[in-house]
């Protein structure tokens, strides 16, 4: 899956992409912020990026991804569930 780093105010609901990002594997970009990610919305006017996902690093600063997510998203979110319940 692809992502790509974006600017969100939440008061406008406004997404952009930020200046000079660049896309990333959403997987590599999990284990950056150690999979402390969380869905914040949907999206529907932003290229083929279908969810706005934040991201805390170990500061709790927060960052803001655009998400093409498809079916590779689910297993993931499963396959780190049954790691946490020592599933693997």
Known sequence: MKSIQAEFEKTSK???IAKDAKEED????CR???DDVSRVCNVMDQEDY??????????????FYLVKEDKNLYRLKHKHFFDKLGLK
Do not use: Q
């Open 32 to 34: 950056k912020f150690n």
């Open 14 to 16: 406004k997404i952009t």
């Open 50 to 63: 279908t969810g706005l996902f934040e991201c805390c690093d170990d500061d709790n600063r927060r960052f």
């Open 26 to 29: 959403w997987a590599s970009v």
